[in-house]
């Protein structure tokens, strides 16, 4: 995975909180996400008949990516896409990823929150076929309220294996379908860290498998034959930062302790 990670924090808006020597608690953050999967050049594609890798042209249809993918749906990000389809199986429609963008609370302190999220459409696919091989999602986080922060935006690659449903599946298959397929996302959106008035706040992000998902570390399994859901989530704590006093007589007990020990 390449991660990209830019922040464009509201400088002001921080600015306007800070100041107060024991200031409250922040008790909740308002967000805003946008997300989308990218025709821009950088997905590839499977032919399963010779092994070989396509890689596609910048667009969001085939007959301009010469790949095979479709993207369509709402456009929240630049050459961002809600849904990527590949090869339809002539039956209840084609296999292909589609990711809901959420908004919500977080509460300090509090239960992780749904930020976005991801369903694979998996069905059985004939062989010969054209699958997904790698592909990249762009995703923003905002906060919107008490203050305006971001939005922070990262860009992850992620490499899809469809399995082969016809001579056994090779292990592991950890969900028991006719052959669970899998992703791997090399890592997980970087943490945002900020400082309001001597206190720490940490946004943190993870993956969370629903029906017919497994996280396995970066590995995500995904159920053969059905559509399945993951969960990106979010949470966010907060630690005090010591005053700048209280660090003081810290360092000056432990150069007291020190001259001690050397008097000896």
Same mark, same amino acid.
């Given at each position: 995975?390449?991660? $990209? $990670?830019?922040?464009?924090?509201?400088v002001?808006?921080?600015? !306007?909180?800070?100041?107060?020597a024991?200031?409250?608690l922040?008790a909740?953050?308002?967000f805003d996400?946008?997300?989308g999967?990218?025709?821009?050049g950088?997905?590839?594609?499977?032919?399963s008949?010779n092994n070989?890798i396509?890689?596609?042209?910048?667009?969001a249809?085939p007959?301009t990516?010469g790949c095979?993918?479709?993207?369509?749906?709402?456009?929240e990000?630049?050459?961002?896409?809600?849904t990527?389809?590949?090869?339809?199986?002539g039956g209840?429609?084609?296999?292909?990823l589609?990711i809901?963008?959420?908004?919500?609370?977080?509460i300090?302190?509090?239960?992780?929150v749904?930020t976005?999220?991801?369903?694979?459409?998996?069905?059985i696919?004939?062989s010969p076929a054209?699958?997904?091989?790698?592909l990249d999602?762009?995703?923003e986080?905002?906060?919107?309220?008490?203050l305006?922060l971001g939005?922070a935006?990262?860009?992850?690659d992620?490499?899809f294996?469809?399995t082969?449903?016809?001579?056994?599946?090779?292990?592991?298959?950890p !969900?028991?379908?006719?052959c669970?397929?899998a992703f791997?996302i090399d890592?997980?959106?970087?943490?945002?860290v900020?400082e309001?008035d001597g206190?720490?706040?940490?946004?943190?992000f993870r993956?969370?498998?629903?029906?017919?998902?497994?996280v396995?570390?970066?590995t995500l399994?995904?159920?053969?034959?059905?559509e399945?859901?993951l969960?990106v989530?979010a949470r966010v704590?907060a630690?005090?930062?010591?005053?700048?006093a209280?660090?003081?007589?810290?360092?000056?007990?432990?150069?007291?302790?020190?001259?001690? $020990?050397?008097? $000896?």
């Open positions: 995975m390449k991660s $990209k $990670k830019t922040l464009l924090a509201a002001g808006g921080l600015a !306007l909180l800070t100041g107060s024991q200031a409250a922040i909740s953050f308002d996400t946008a997300s999967w990218l025709a821009d950088s997905a590839q594609t499977r032919n008949a070989s396509i890689n596609c042209a910048a667009g249809l007959g990516n095979g993918l479709t993207f369509s749906g709402a456009q990000v630049t050459d961002g896409y809600n990527v389809d590949w090869f339809s199986n209840v429609g084609p296999s292909g589609d809901v963008s959420l908004s919500g609370t977080l300090t302190g509090g239960a992780w749904d976005g999220i991801i369903t694979h459409r998996n069905f696919l004939p054209t699958t997904l091989h790698t999602l762009m995703s986080f905002s906060i919107t309220s008490p305006l939005p935006s990262d860009t992850f992620i490499s294996v469809e082969p449903n016809q001579g056994g599946c090779p292990p592991p298959n !969900l028991g379908s006719s669970d397929d791997t890592g997980l959106p970087e943490a945002i900020f309001i206190i720490t706040y940490t946004i943190e993956l969370f498998g629903g029906d017919g998902f497994i396995a570390d970066n399994y995904t159920r053969e034959d059905e399945n859901t969960f989530q704590t630690r005090q930062v010591p005053e700048p209280t660090l003081g007589i810290l360092g000056l007990g432990l150069l007291l302790l020190n001259r001690r $020990k050397l008097m $000896k």
